[in-house]
């Protein structure tokens, strides 16, 4: 009797110990945390995951939705094996799947925005034996237009490609102008010295028969 208790108290002990040994099972989720789009556009919520277990076909991804203005959490979409789309509420017929769980993202895209869509959108990604772990969060803003630093520096960044371009080309141009032009006027030298060349040429030549007639 003793010893089977014995026995008993080492396997205990034994699983405990590999237990303790077991690597923590933690999903790791990355989101962008903060997000703004335009009214009326299309926006890519992204999710990424990190995972110790191979992913298969018991993964799960859920979004959830939770308003702005405060109210009960939404359902917005959820995956496992295929996408299922919710069939009713304010996220019907806008918002399809975008991932890849092979690439370990679990994106999903949410079309024609509306300014009730601000809020706090959550992904929560589920890998067996890996379930546990932080839910990871994107704080959407609907706004009416992109910022104003945001459109200036678009178009300041626009603006010098296109005029360093022009530059470039009038500077390419301006060179050629100028070897084309004197090489022009070198050769209109030539074209001038050549007579004169001539005609001293023929002036010493007669010169020389004089001085040959006179002896």
Not at 62 to 73: A, D, L, S
Not at 138 to 167: D, K, N, P, Q
């Amino acid at each position: 009797m003793y010893g089977k208790s014995t026995s008993r108290a080492g396997l205990l002990l034994l699983g405990i110990q590999l237990t303790a040994l077991w690597p923590i099972a933690a999903v790791e989720i990355y989101t962008s945390q903060a997000l703004e789009a335009v009214n009326g556009t299309d926006v890519r919520l992204k999710c990424t995951f990190s995972s110790f277990a191979p992913v298969s076909d018991a993964l799960t991804v859920t979004w959830n939705f939770r308003p702005r203005e405060g109210g009960p959490e939404q359902f917005v979409f959820y995956y496992h094996v295929d996408p299922f789309k919710p069939m009713s509420g304010r996220f019907k017929d806008r918002v399809v799947w975008d991932g890849n769980p092979e690439r370990y993202d679990v994106s999903i895209m949410l079309w024609k925005l509306q300014f009730d869509d601000n809020g706090t959108y959550t992904c929560q990604v589920k890998n067996p034996p890996d379930v546990d772990g932080l839910v990871g969060e994107i704080r959407l803003s609907v706004v009416h237009t992109v910022r104003f630093s945001e459109i200036y520096f678009l178009a300041l960044a626009i603006g010098s490609a296109c005029a360093l371009m022009v530059i470039i080309v009038i500077v390419v141009v301006l060179v050629q102008h100028f070897r084309k032009k004197r090489w022009a006027e070198r050769a209109h030298k030539v074209v001038e010295i050549r007579p004169k060349e001539e005609e001293r040429l023929n002036q010493e030549k007669k010169v020389s028969v004089y001085l040959e007639d006179i002896d």
